[in-house]
Structures are given as C-alpha cells and as structure tokens.
C-alpha cells in the first residue's frame, strides 16, 4: 500500500474528551529525553530473517485469550503489520504523531483475509497486533524499551480489580499494543480512557485495536513519555492501570535519572540512580494521583528487595496507599519472555490502611483475586527493608496466633568494628560514665539470665563517644580526645565498619530494647526481659515493640517465645547451628494480643 492512498485521518482529536488529559508541548520532546531515541524509533528496522516470520494471532506472547494459532495468511514484516494497523482503522480516529507518520511509511499491502481474521480475533479479545510485534520484533530489542505485553489472564485479573471502583477516567501508562485499555474499555462503558506510549508502532497497534472495538471515540492516545506528560486532576476518580516498562538504569540518560532523583527528593524520598524506568512510572504516578485515585500495577518483583526498591517501597506505603501486594511466582510466566517473578501492586491514594493484604501465587487465574492474602501492617512493612519474605506463608498460622513482627521489629545489635576498643570494662578505664553504656556483649550472658535481667552492674559496657566532641565538657573531652588516640594508634579508625560510619569514633548503639534474643546456638534462642536497660551488640537481637506496650505484656510475650520458639523454627547450619536472622525471628508466630 502506498502511504498516498492510506486514509485520511478523521476529525482529528475530534472525538476525544481533551479536558481529561493535557497533553503539552513538553511531552512532545520527551522522546528524546527519556529514552535513547535510538531505541524506540526503531521499531520499522531490518530485522534478521529469522525474526521476520509471524503468524497473525499465534500466541506469541503466550496472552492470546484462548491461546488458537491462526492458520492462513502470515505478517511476515513490521511494514505488514502496520499495513494490518491501517487497514483496521488506526488512522480513522485521531490524527497521528509525526513518530507514527514516519512508522506508516513502512506498511505494505495486506491481504484481505488476513486483516478479517485479525479483527475477529480482536473482537474475540485476542491481540493478534501485540503477538506479531512480538514475534517479529527481536526480544533484545523489546528489552530495551521495556516492550513485554502482559498476558491475558493477569490483565483480566487487574481489570477486575478496578472495576468496581467506578473510575471515572483509567490512564495506562506504557500501553503498548493496548492490552489493559482495551480489556478495561470492554468491562466499563463509563470511564474516559487514556493510553500513553511512547514507541510510535505500539501506538498504531493500539489505535487499530481501540478502532475495531468501538473504544476510539472516548480514549485519548498519548504518544508521550509518561513520567513528563501532564495530567490534569479531574473531579472524579482515575485508576492507573498497567505494566510500566522494565528498562534497566544503564539505558537511562543522566536527565531522566536527574528527574528521578529531583522529583523523589520533592516528596522527601532519597532515590537511587540505579532506579530503572518501571521505578520512574510508579513515582511519576504518585506525582499525578490525586487523592482517593487506585491503581494497579504489575512489575517485575527485584525492587522487593533491593536497594533502589528502597524508593518504591516508601512511595507505596507512605504515598500511593498500598492496600494489597501479590507476588506471581515465575511458574506462572507472568512475563512470558522471562523467567521473572513478578509483583502486583493494588493502592489507594490518600488512605493509609492499617494492614496490607499479601499473597503469593504459583498459577495465574483471571477470576483470581489480587486483594487478598495475610494482614501484614503498614509499620512491618515500613521497617522491612526486604519484602519477598513476607510473602511466604507463616508456617502454621491459627486463629488467635500472628508473627511477632506484627507486633515488634526485630534488629540485630551494633557492630562495633572492634570489640577490644570499643568494650570495656567500666573499672579499668578513665572514660566519662556519659559515654558508656553497659551492654550484652557475648550471648551466654543471655543463655545464663534467666527471665529477666535486672541488674546492670556485671555487664560491661560499650564506648559509644557522641559525634560532636566540642559540645562535651573540657575534662571529659581532654580523656575522650586521649582515648582516641590511642585508638587510633590501634588501627580502630582503619578497619572497614569505622571507615563507613560518620564519624569513626561513634559506634550508634540501639536504645534499650525490652525484650533481648540470642539468635545463633546449636539450641534454641534465649528470649530475656530486659529490665535493666542494657544496650546491645551484634551477639543478640533486640525486639522493639511497634506500639507500646504494657510491662505485662512485654512478660507474657517473653515467656511464650522462651517456652514455645525451638531450633525447628530458625535455619540450620551445618554442624548444627541454628540462626535466627530478624527477619526470620519477626516471623515466629505468638499469641495476637487482646
Ligand atoms: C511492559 S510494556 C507493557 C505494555 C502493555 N501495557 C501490556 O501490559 O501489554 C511497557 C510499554 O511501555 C512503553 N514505554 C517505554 N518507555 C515509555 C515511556 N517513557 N513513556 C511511555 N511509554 C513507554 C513500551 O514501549 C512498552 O510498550
């Protein structure tokens, strides 16, 4: 097909609500800026023969609804495939982007058949347009705009989710071949629809499938860089729905980190530049959401646990409303293009729940329910820096029973860097009583206390010297200064720990926890009150209650966990260790309080 006989585009923008969205001059640079450009424009480029071959509806993607190949007349190129576009009505309802006019200038003539049995598998709800794309477009190319569609029956599940929060727009943000848009448009005839993406193919693909499902005429494409497209707030609800695009930090420009970086530090957030571009969605969502919007996201699940995750982690639970979190276990193929695990995000804006719901899934079900799963509160989740491990099932949960993490964090005690420093014992030395602090230094002290430890005379104590040394008196500042040096001259300001705290000198202990746990032995852990206020090092774990609670309680507690926790419940080493880290520890399952 000649791209002078294509038709004409049909009162352009006519029929789209444009007070729902506002697009502006700035997302029409963002092509530029986000992405290389090399890798999004490329979508129309000589790919190698192998790749060239794809037949219209095979479930390439593995998101066909009913999973038939198509037998007949194939796409064997990118130019077909948007001849297909074409002949289905990407053009017919909104003027097109010069990113796109340069892609249609690829197309070729098309069978007739073959555009037939497309439309029919779209209103089958097939995306036959998505599956050649990707078949015909080389996975490491897709991988480098994030370009994996999402397969049915998890787009199905995450659609339902939203549904009955009667939203009044629902924006995808990435849509790619319009998977979510499409799938959302068919199950609510209200909502005005925004799709943006930015690889002018996938936009034409979505065009064409918005067109032969009737849905043109109330969505908005965008083809735009999310994160810089302005959203106007609208008086009712939006839901966000989608699969923001996985593109690794290496591909990124410095500028996009730097907006990233800029715009996370805006809401009080310390973001990593190791971020990748899915991260960039999920804040530029909590930058757009309004209060009392939803949203639904699938991810790869890697920021649970990582350190750029950190970022997202505070987003979902202090910004965006976090009310669920399933994790897809990669036997589902939630990606079918990789082995992943993958995450799916449900959250409010503006409400905070008290507790989380969260599930773990090795199969993937349309009709599954994504809100669903174990109460894990909002504090657990905030002091968890890991998150995959609160997926797993506690293992025997009972009626009146829930982890001790519900109730108390637990954290290791302080490395000191170099014990022969930085304990002592307080009658041989000359330092200010200000700076010591008597402390558990060696875990038989804990095996031999009993219940309770009252007394804090037998312990020795940790030098713990405040960062500011000019703001302590002179005498006690001349010993401190003397100290130091004499440390120093023992290599104590050399050795890794000291050299990675500020300053060198200030070991920062933990403030008394109330309940103190040894956490390595060849027998169980010894769980004592501390009632004599003793600090801690890295020998024990201390339990911090997350609200408060009454001496009784905190006794009933240490007794239970004295008497019920055994090696069973930590992990083994070999020559019969059994450790307890704090993670593990918080899931040690204890009487809920009343
Ligand atoms: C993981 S795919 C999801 C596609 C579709 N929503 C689905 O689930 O099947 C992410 C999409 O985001 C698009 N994308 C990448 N960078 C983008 C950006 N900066 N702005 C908008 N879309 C982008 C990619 O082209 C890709 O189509």
Redesign the pocket.
């Known amino acids: 097909m000649e791209i002078a006989s294509l038709p004409r585009p049909r009162g352009a923008h006519s029929r789209v609500n444009l007070a729902l969205v506002v697009p502006s001059a700035r997302h029409q640079n963002?092509?530029l800026n986000?992405?290389q450009s090399g890798r999004?424009a490329d979508g129309h480029r000589e790919l190698p023969e192998a790749m060239r071959r794809a037949t219209l509806g095979r479930p390439a993607?593995g998101?066909s609804a009913r999973g038939e190949p198509m037998s007949g007349p194939v796409v064997n190129t990118i130019g077909q495939l948007v001849g297909v576009a074409l002949e289905l009505g990407a053009l017919e309802y909104a003027r097109v982007t010069a990113g796109e006019r340069a892609v249609l200038r690829q197309a070729e003539q098309v069978d007739r058949d073959l555009v037939k049995r497309a439309r029919e598998h779209i209103l089958r709800g097939d995306?036959p347009l998505?599956e050649a794309f990707g078949a015909l477009r080389a996975a490491s190319e897709?991988r480098s705009?994030?370009?994996?569609?999402?397969p049915n029956a998890?787009?199905t599940a995450m659609v339902n989710w939203v549904k009955p929060w009667e939203p009044e727009r629902i924006v995808?943000?990435?849509?790619?071949?319009?998977?979510?848009?499409v799938a959302a448009g068919r199950v609510m005839s209200k909502p005005h629809l925004v799709a943006?993406?930015?690889?002018p193919l996938?936009a034409l693909m979505l065009r064409a499938q918005l067109a032969v499902t009737g849905l043109a005429h109330r969505t908005t494409v965008?083809v735009?860089?999310?994160?810089?497209?302005p959203l106007n707030r609208i008086a009712g609800r939006t839901a966000f729905i989608?699969?923001?695009?996985?593109?690794r930090h290496h591909s990124l420009t410095p500028q996009c980190k730097h907006w990233y970086m800029t715009s996370a530090a805006k809401l009080g957030i310390k973001a990593s530049q190791l971020a990748g571009?899915?991260a960039?969605?999920i804040l530029a969502t909590a930058l757009k959401a309004s209060s009392r919007d939803v949203g639904c996201f699938?991810t790869a699940a890697e920021w649970l646990d990582v350190n750029y995750g950190s970022a997202l982690r505070t987003l979902f639970v202090e910004h965006l409303g976090l009310r669920s979190m399933q994790l897809v276990e990669p036997t589902a193929k939630p990606?079918p293009d990789a082995d992943t695990t993958a995450v799916i995000c449900c959250f409010e804006t503006g409400t905070r729940v008290a507790a989380v719901k969260v599930s773990r899934v090795a199969r993937l079900r349309a009709n599954g329910a994504i809100e669903r799963g174990r109460a894990v509160s909002r504090a657990r989740l905030r002091d968890t820096p890991r998150w995959t491990s609160l997926t797993r099932r506690a293992r025997s949960a009972t009626d009146g029973y829930i982890e001790l993490g519900e109730i108390c964090s637990v954290h290791r005690g302080q490395v000191t860097g170099q014990n022969q420093i930085w304990i002592v014992d307080p009658g041989t030395t000359e330092l200010p009583p200000s700076v010591l602090f008597a402390a558990v230094t060696r875990a038989r002290e804990l095996f031999a206390a009993g219940f309770a430890i009252t007394d804090a005379t037998p312990f020795r104590c940790v030098v713990d010297i405040p960062r500011e040394l000019d703001r302590l008196p002179p005498e006690s500042r001349r010993v401190i200064e003397r100290f130091l040096r004499r440390a120093r001259a023992a290599g104590a300001d050399a050795n890794y720990i000291a050299q990675h705290r500020k300053p060198w000198w200030s070991v920062g202990l933990r403030k008394p926890a109330p309940i103190l746990a040894t956490y390595m032995a060849r027998r169980p852990p010894a769980f004592v009150r501390n009632l004599a206020e003793l600090r801690h090092v890295n020998v024990a774990h201390g339990l911090y209650p997350r609200l408060p609670m009454t001496q009784n309680a905190l006794d009933e507690l240490t007794r239970y966990l004295q008497s019920s926790v055994s090696c069973a419940d930590g992990r083994v080493y070999c020559g019969g260790l059994t450790k307890f880290e704090p993670r593990e520890m918080e899931r040690l399952l204890v009487p809920a309080p009343c």
């Open positions: 963002c092509e986000t992405l999004l993607m998101g995306d998505g897709r705009t994030g370009a994996t569609f999402t998890l787009v995808d943000p990435g849509s790619g071949s319009g998977r979510f848009i943006v993406e930015l690889d996938c965008c735009a860089d999310y994160p810089s497209l989608g699969n923001p695009p996985y593109v571009l899915h960039h969605f699938v990606f």
